[in-house]
């Protein structure tokens, strides 16, 4: 989760706060972990929308109020020694985690495959993957933006705004964060805007008018 939080904080804490609003609803079970448990990592937002939480040894008291809103967590002993907070709890309760072989793992993945056969959307599955040049992949949902008209009118605003953000472009078109998000993806996968600077700075937009972007054939 650090690693995610310091490449751009807003975009991942707006993307884990909505998945998390939606999880309990369809049976998603949601797991962030991190090894850095500062303030700019969890934040209160990611807080208040993932109440169940786990703390193993951590080297200050600070660390454990990030986690548990109290101290404890500074004082265990490592080896699996963990306090656990849930939402029906009025404290953390003391619990010891188990050693699990690789073997034993793998027996039980074994057996939940065996329950049921794996259903997959289709139409998810189909869209072409392209790489996203952060050293991950990026699944094509609308590789031809020329069509869509909303899409358009996000390049002008970012164009004349001179920044790009998806908060800019949910204020201005009254979209959603995740459509919003998406377009700036879009716009840098096209080298209309450049990438994230991981300070949740509004990015630097790249075209200087819709005219140059027309006759780069980019869109």
């Known amino acids: 989760l650090a690693d995610l939080m310091m490449v751009a904080a807003r975009d991942v804490e707006g993307l884990i706060v909505r998945l998390a609003q939606k999880a309990r609803a369809v049976g998603i079970h949601l797991v962030l972990a991190t090894q850095r448990p ?30 548990l809103d109290q101290t404890g967590a500074e004082k265990l002993l490592g ?75 996000a390049l002008r605003i970012v164009i004349d705004s001179g920044k790009a953000s998806a908060s800019l472009l949910q204020r201005r078109l009254g979209i959603g964060y995740a459509k919003a998000a998406r377009y700036i993806d879009t716009m840098e996968d096209q080298g209309i805007v450049g990438g994230a600077s991981g300070n ?6 790249l075209i200087r008018s819709m005219d140059e972007l027309n006759g780069s054939d980019e869109v």
């Open 79 to 153: 080896q699996g020694d963990m306090l656990m907070l849930t939402p029906s709890m009025s404290k953390p309760k003391r619990i010891q985690g188990a050693w699990v072989m690789d073997e034993e793992v793998i027996k039980i993945t074994d057996h939940l495959r065996m329950q049921s056969a794996p259903q997959y959307n289709d139409e998810i599955v189909s869209q072409p993957v392209q790489l996203n040049g952060k050293g991950g992949v990026v699944m094509d949902f609308a590789t031809d933006t020329s069509g869509d008209q909303t899409y358009q009118e």
């Open 200 to 205: 949740s700075k509004p990015r630097d937009v």
């Open 38 to 67: 500062s303030v700019d990592v969890i934040t209160g937002l990611i807080k208040a929308n993932v109440p169940a939480r786990i703390a193993f040894t951590v080297a200050s008291q600070i660390d454990s109020r990030t986690i």
